[in-house]
């Protein structure tokens, strides 16, 4: 048994305890030693998972099924996903990419046309906000696409938005 594991929980299953195989010659075919987890459904049955299975992410050992979802990312409720949107990418408490050459989402200088560019991504769409002179003009643009965009589906989904700062409604 692996002494420093914290047990945790995801949806159904407890995982209670780690047990590490060691330097086992019968590694899997990435050269892994294998791992073997004891865990707990919310119904009380025990049960052994493989570290590849627990990583899956089980619902739970078999007594209920994994939500109804269907379309064609079925796995979007475990993400966070609603209506093809990630809620927590799209509020404003959201943090900004460390690659962000301009320190905002969505602006950058387009150094060709001497331009700062704005795009929004919504529902898996990319909306082209233009390119303007300065900086500031291209951050105010998507602002202002933030708020016709996210704004209505935020509310819609739970989640309102006051002075820039996400509260759970429901």
Request: some cysteine; overall charge positive.
């Amino acid at each position: 048994m692996d002494t420093s594991f914290k047990p945790y929980k995801k949806w159904m299953v407890s995982v209670l305890e780690r047990y590490p195989c060691g330097r086992d010659p019968k590694k899997d075919w990435r050269g892994r030693a294998p791992v073997y987890y004891l865990c707990r459904c919310d119904c009380g049955k025990e049960f052994i998972l493989t570290g590849d299975e627990v990583s899956k992410h089980p619902y739970s050992c078999g007594c209920k099924g994994h939500p109804d979802v269907k379309g064609p990312h079925s796995n979007e409720w475990a993400l966070g996903y609603v209506g093809g949107t990630l809620l927590g990418m799209i509020k404003p408490t959201r943090a900004v990419y460390c690659s962000s050459s301009s320190g905002v989402s969505g602006i950058w200088y387009y150094a060709k046309r001497r331009k700062w560019r704005a795009e929004i991504t919504f529902q898996q769409k990319r909306h082209f906000l233009g390119e303007f002179k300065t900086k500031e003009a291209a951050i105010t643009a998507r602002i202002e696409a933030e708020r016709k965009y996210y704004d209505p589906f935020l509310a819609e989904h739970g989640v309102t938005t006051n002075d820039g700062k996400c509260q759970k409604t429901k």
